[in-house]
């Protein structure tokens, strides 16, 4: 397995306001620390994701070199960048590296605007030609904004964090309250050829009666049917995970998750896809 979503927090080098508030998520969770609770999960390498720190750049040259060094586990970065700056270009050129594959921007906390002005969307646009991915990292109800800006870049690549992060427990799957508007917009998006699904992040949103495969499948079938097997990759996001039941819990649910698929298809979700999408070795 290969985990698209790693996120490794050091409190000594960077500054994370938005853990504040969050005592399970304060402290430091770094590599060692993320080994140890994935050891007997079949996890073999990971790309390390962008934390949302004030110091970006830093993060993203610190991270990289991590990467870079021979044998180590994280293999690729998704850096945090904003599209929204003047200086957006520059940016990229200031943190450049091989082992750089993508840029996350959340959206989720930010206004519904920010995503839909000309400079956000003509910055993610040139994505494509620095061979750069971009994550989407948006609610459920900010799903239609997502497909605005797919739309509007069409020669970047896209991955759809968290399942699209579903309302899981105010929807209800069995009634479709809430679920079929999540369903129809992850359908929308999947339409789109340059967008990826990545299957993470659900088990730390859903209530603990929920927390369980039988709880999480319509989500998964959803993003099965819409993408296939082809455009999905799968995540930890830990140590956010652990707000659920922890990273060697969703990944047992996960294989439970996948069991109805072949071989074939789950090792392309959770190999080779990831291999394709970030560029791991």
Not at 160 to 167: A, I, Q, R
Not at 249 to 260: C, Y
């Amino acid at each position: 397995m290969i985990d698209t979503h790693i996120h490794l927090l050091e409190p000594d080098r960077f500054t994370y306001e938005w853990t504040k508030g969050l005592p399970a998520l304060s402290g430091r969770f770094d590599l060692s620390d993320y080994q140890n609770a994935s050891h007997d999960s079949g996890i073999q390498a990971g790309v390390f994701m962008e934390v949302d720190c004030e110091e970006s750049a830093d993060e993203a040259r610190y991270f990289c070199a991590l990467a870079e060094q021979p044998g180590s586990f994280i293999q690729a970065v998704v850096a945090a960048a904003r599209p929204e700056s003047p200086d957006f270009e520059r940016s990229l050129e200031a943190i450049a590296h091989p082992r750089l594959t993508g840029i996350r921007r959340v959206l989720h906390t930010q206004p519904d605007e920010l995503s839909q002005t000309s400079r956000f969307r003509e910055n993610v646009k040139r994505l494509g030609g620095f061979g750069l991915t971009f994550d989407l990292c948006v609610l459920q109800r900010q799903l239609p904004i997502a497909l605005e800006l797919v739309r509007a870049c069409p020669q970047t690549t896209f991955i759809l964090d968290h399942c699209g992060v579903p309302d899981i427990a105010q929807n209800d799957a069995s009634t479709g309250e809430g679920f079929l508007p999540w369903q129809k917009a992850i359908r929308a998006l999947a339409a789109e050829p340059n967008v990826n699904g990545k299957i993470s992040g659900i088990s730390a949103y859903a209530p603990a009666p929920l927390r369980n495969a039988q709880g999480l499948r319509p989500y998964t079938d959803t993003m099965l049917d819409a993408f296939g097997a082809t455009r999905l990759v799968w995540g930890g996001d830990w140590p956010v995970v652990n707000l659920g039941d922890g990273l060697l819990a969703w990944s047992t649910i996960t294989r439970e998750l996948l069991s109805g698929l072949t071989e074939a298809e789950r090792h392309q979700i959770l190999t080779t896809n990831a291999k394709k999408i970030y560029n791991v070795p």
